[in-house]
């Protein structure tokens, strides 16, 4: 008798453990989405060709600061697929790494897609760049 209760005991540990366990991969991914980071806008650039130099200098500012801005939701996705990825590594059943996994995927999703934004961005500012050039020679 002594036995079968200590083996029930354990029994309802482990459940109450799994439990836990998948609870705290759940309530992760939630904060994960929760925590949501803040895609910055792309700024208005200038029409180079018609622009005067103020107005190429406040493009060139509103460029430095949308790469600044860009570099700060970049960190911050980079620290969601972390969690993520380390959520993934360690879920303790199928549901629970599929649910971190798509987690993953979507942070590196947007984590690529600021990058392409960045470029982007650099790419059309100096190409109202040298339109103001060749307009200004």
Not at 1 to 20: G, I
Not at 45 to 66: H, W
Request: aromatic share 6%; hydrophobic share 45%.
């Amino acid at each position: 008798m002594k036995k079968q209760l200590v083996a029930s005991q354990r029994t309802s540990l482990q459940q109450w453990v799994a439990t836990l366990s998948l609870c705290g991969v759940m309530a992760s991914s939630i904060a994960v989405s929760a925590d949501a980071c803040e895609q910055p806008s792309r700024p208005e650039l200038p029409n180079g060709a018609e622009a005067s130099m103020e107005a190429m200098l406040a493009g060139q500012k509103a460029v430095k600061a949308f790469q600044a801005s860009n570099m700060e939701y970049m960190k911050c996705l980079e620290e969601q697929y972390s969690a993520a990825e380390m959520d993934a590594k360690n879920a303790k059943d199928a549901d629970a790494k599929a649910l971190a996994s798509g987690d993953y995927a979507k942070s590196v999703e947007a984590y690529n897609a600021a990058v392409s934004a960045e470029e982007d961005v650099a790419g059309e500012f100096n190409v109202a760049l040298r339109a103001y050039k060749a307009a200004n020679k």
